[in-house]
């Protein structure tokens, strides 16, 4: 069966069988029992396990499965099938996509679409395997995408690492790139909780080479978080995790209920 990837080695075509894919030229990727594989070289690995851990990924999980950020699912999703609207079987790859939240959403919108997805992190990849059976998924770097070049009619980037020039690269002339940025109030009444003095994200237009900007789509509401499970689920997938105070975490886990901004933006940029 043919393969949305590429050899990370040598740039040729994979072929994807049951229990592994391979190039013409004898590289060979064994396929993990849940569908995904490993498209990330050595010199590509700067650690051990990178990317998102396992604690990071379940919380993620936890959070997302009980529909609170839904409406981004679906934003995403209704935008997508519009956009490819005129292809009768469109491609769509993932670049970070995590546990495949999204991409399961996407997939649905999209029945005829092929889909592939990669993540650094081997928890999220595993998960997403598994939840979007139909897809293909392997660890692999956003800066080293193992995908052809003009092979892909729409590519979603949802809060992930960016490399344009790799965008750029895989995308057809006239496909499009969904660029989703937390907007500069999200998670605000959480930040001030976590913080004496909470901090608006940094909020602006980029503008990358060999694309065309064509819209910001913004998505504004607010969520009420009634368990604390819930709370430090929510915490647990940002960056804040990684960096705020042990009193602003402790603040945080004293709370039964939480009632925050929720806050993104959807660009939209188009290949030229």
Known sequence: MNS?????????PLTQAERAYTCPNG????????????????NQKHSKNPGDDKHMISARCAFLDRGYYAPLRDALAQLAAGLTADIPSPTLFDSGCGEGYYTAGLAQALPNAQIAGIDISKFAVRRAAKRVKQGEFAVASAYHL????????????????????E???VLVPDGHFLYVVPSGRHLWQMKQVLYDIPYENPV???TYTNFAWQE??????????????DIMALFSMTPYAWKTPREGVERLAQLNKLETEIGFDIHVYRRI
Request: with cysteine; aromatic share 10%; hydrophobic share 35%.
């Open 27 to 42: 590289h060979s990727y064994d396929r993990a029992a849940e569908g995904y594989t490993h498209l990330l070289p050595a």
């Open 4 to 12: 949305l990837f590429r050899c990370p080695l040598c740039a040729t």
């Open 167 to 169: 965008f750029a690269r």
């Open 146 to 165: 193992p995908v052809p070049d003009s092979s892909v009619h729409l590519l979603t980037n949802i809060f992930s690492p960016l490399s344009a020039e």
């Open 216 to 229: 910001v789509i913004p998505l504004r509401y607010t969520v009420t978080l009634e368990r604390p499970e």
């Open 204 to 206: 602006k237009q980029e």
